[in-house]
C-alpha cells in the first residue's frame, strides 16, 4: 500500500528588521529563483508573492522534506543570490524567524488568491497586522517582541 498525504504550507518570512530591501522591479526574479528552491526539493510552489520586506507561498512539501530544512534552504539560498545580483544593495539577510501555516487542499485558491493580491493589501494593513492576524487565525500564541 502507498502511503498518501496533502498538506498545504503558507509560508511568510520577512527582511531582518522589516527593512523595505526587496525592490519591486525585481520581485519576479526573487519569485523565480526561489520557485527553482522549491523544485530542486521535488515539491510544488502553488503561488509566491509578497512586498518589499517580507514573502508568501503557497507550497506542497515532498514527504522526505523536513519544513525547517525547506525554509532554511530557501532563505539561505535566497540570501546568497540576492547578494550575488547587485540588485537587492539594501538587503543583509532574512529574519530568523517565519509562519508556517497548514491548509487544506479546499482552501487552496482561497490562499492562492490572498497571496495573488499581497501589494493590494499591504495599501491598507501594515505586515506587522497581518502577521497577527494569520496567527491569531491559526490559534498561535506570540510573543509580541517578535512581531516588531
Not at 498538506?7 to 511568510?12: A, D, K, P, Q, R
Not at 522526505?64 to 525547506?70: G, I, N, R, T
Given at each position: 500500500m502507498n502511503s498518501y498525504r496533502q498538506?498545504?504550507?503558507?509560508?511568510?518570512f520577512c527582511t531582518h528588521d522589516r527593512h523595505p530591501a526587496l525592490p519591486q522591479q525585481?520581485?519576479?526574479?526573487?519569485?523565480?529563483?526561489?520557485?527553482g528552491i522549491v523544485k530542486n526539493r521535488n515539491s510544488v510552489l502553488y503561488r509566491i508573492n509578497g512586498t518589499c520586506n517580507h514573502v508568501h507561498l503557497l507550497s506542497d512539501l515532498h514527504p522526505?522534506?523536513?519544513?525547517?530544512?525547506?525554509i532554511k534552504?530557501?532563505?539561505t539560498a535566497s540570501n546568497l543570490w540576492m547578494k550575488s545580483t547587485g540588485n537587492f544593495p539594501g538587503f543583509h539577510s532574512w529574519s530568523a524567524g517565519y509562519a508556517a501555516l497548514t491548509y487544506g487542499y479546499r482552501d487552496k485558491e482561497m490562499i492562492v488568491?490572498?497571496?495573488k493580491k499581497q501589494k493590494e493589501h499591504h495599501k491598507k494593513v501594515t505586515f506587522e497586522d497581518e502577521y497577527r492576524a494569520l496567527l491569531k487565525e491559526q490559534g498561535i500564541v506570540w510573543d509580541e517582541r517578535y512581531i516588531f
Open positions: 498538506i498545504l504550507y503558507h509560508i511568510v525585481f520581485h519576479e526574479e526573487l519569485y523565480r529563483y526561489i520557485w522526505s522534506v523536513c519544513l525547517a530544512d525547506y534552504e530557501i532563505k488568491n490572498y497571496i
